[in-house]
């Protein structure tokens, strides 16, 4: 029922920028929380950053100081900054949602920094 939509991947050169966006639909509920994860080929998913409705924030050690995760609520739309992109960064990123205790999942859009 309920629509993740992921936007924002390509091909970023190194020490670049990229910015995600996550756009959530078809919901009944208010969004209780929501997340970026990613998977690298031949690795498991992991977390990257995380907001919650009462706006606390939790980011991954590797991406701390490089990423910030955002949402903008008239919009359903949650964001991820992602700054000095760096090789490791590589991976397909998923968008999580938590709506009423139970979690929706994008398909995902890959990021690709090049050496």
């Known amino acids: 029922q309920v629509q993740v939509v992921e936007y924002g991947g390509g091909l970023v050169q190194a020490g670049g920028s990229l910015r995600l966006s996550c756009v959530v639909s078809?919901?009944?509920?208010?969004?209780?929380?929501m997340g970026w994860y990613r998977q690298a080929p031949g690795k498991q998913r992991e977390l990257v950053a995380q907001?919650?409705?009462?706006?606390?924030?939790n980011y991954a050690d590797s991406v701390k100081g490089r990423c910030t995760i955002s949402r903008d609520n008239t919009k359903n739309t949650m964001y991820l900054q992602m700054n000095s992109l760096k090789p490791e960064d590589t991976a397909r990123y998923y968008c999580k949602t938590v709506i009423a205790n139970l979690e929706d999942w994008g398909s995902g859009t890959v990021v690709t920094d090049t050496s």
């Open positions: 078809g919901n009944r509920f208010s969004l209780s929380a």
């Open positions: 907001t919650t409705s009462a706006d606390s924030t």
